[in-house]
């Protein structure tokens, strides 16, 4: 005999598919949704219905949007001649709220990894290219995870970019804001130190 | 503009809506959300929609059920002489994982507060008393929290069923399991000393 009722399984089963979610916190919010008011439900649940059919691949940069292509390849107040490219559309929106940056995206959709046969053709380069070349002066900021796969993408992309005489920059690596120096791991002070600047 | 489009950001607003979720985990859930399949998609927000249409409250004891009676209540296994009462359903999830209690339950559906308007007559008690009518050598176990609340509900509870010649018993306050004594609160401290019972 379960403990619970055969719905209230079935929606701690779904919960648990999400990251970080446990069989306890699974319950938590399994037994906290079915408190919620009638609409709530209802509206909750058709939203999550329309999930599959709202969302797409913007044509222009691989952002996630509702429309064909995103708002921010739309704006025409940003500067379309600075690409942030970035693994997944996810760091667009960690970009974004920095407000701090007023270029346009391009989604790569993965890192190059020959372990894991994900090789250049795999990602989305070639529209990346294409775009550049559409445009004079332009400055592409990579902005790759600092790992092996990230790496290798960043020096890929360097090297098909810079054939046609684009500007590529990557982040800077560093000591994260806050930091106690002493408790920095060593490959992050190793960069820290390759990357410092002068003091002005 | 908004960061995130229309519709992840009526996810995250709903997933808010759960215990103990901010925005950060609340953006973190909606974004896996939408990487889930079709297939998944689809009966996670068919299980939503059908949640206040399912569940409802066993005609016996209270307890959450997709039937008349609950399952609990069903059982003829289970000791029908033994109740065991609960605020509310969530306690008997935790009583049945437990795997020691053999009886059924009795869901109050709140406790006697004053202070917010809740007297004996808004709490599922006289129910309560017409089941034990019906039976004959029942024991009532009191589970309620011990609060000013729980103790004033446990002790009217007392006082009513006594009146019945029914036996009432509570759960034993004292020291949590794992807890080392030098930190435990003067409260329950002062429970369990008051609890303690004799060295068999």
Do not use: W
């Not at 399984?9 to 916190?25: H, N, S, V």
Request: contains cysteine.
């Amino acid at each position: 005999m379960n403990i619970y009722p055969e719905l209230l399984e079935t929606l701690i089963e779904y919960f648990k598919k999400l990251p970080g979610i446990g069989e306890r916190t699974a319950e938590r919010y399994a037994l906290a949704l079915i408190n919620l008011n009638k609409e709530d439900l209802k509206d909750f649940a058709s939203a999550i219905d329309k999930i599959d059919t709202t969302f797409k691949k913007c044509e222009e940069c691989g952002h996630l949007t509702e429309k064909k292509i995103c708002q921010i390849c739309e704006d025409t107040n940003r500067d379309h001649n600075l690409i942030c490219v970035v693994e997944d559309y996810k760091s667009i929106f960690v970009f974004e709220k920095t407000k701090k940056f007023g270029g346009i995206y391009h989604v790569l959709g993965g890192l190059i990894s020959p372990i894991d046969g994900i090789n250049p053709d795999d990602l989305n380069i070639s529209k990346l290219i294409q775009r550049c070349k559409a445009l004079d002066n332009v400055e592409v900021i990579i902005a790759l995870r600092p790992t092996i796969e990230g790496d290798t993408t960043t020096l890929y992309l360097k090297k098909v970019l810079a054939n046609q005489n684009i500007k590529v920059t990557r982040l800077s690596y560093g000591i994260p804001m806050g930091a106690e120096i002493d408790y920095l791991d060593i490959l992050t002070l190793e960069r820290a130190l390759f990357d410092r600047k002068e003091v002005e």
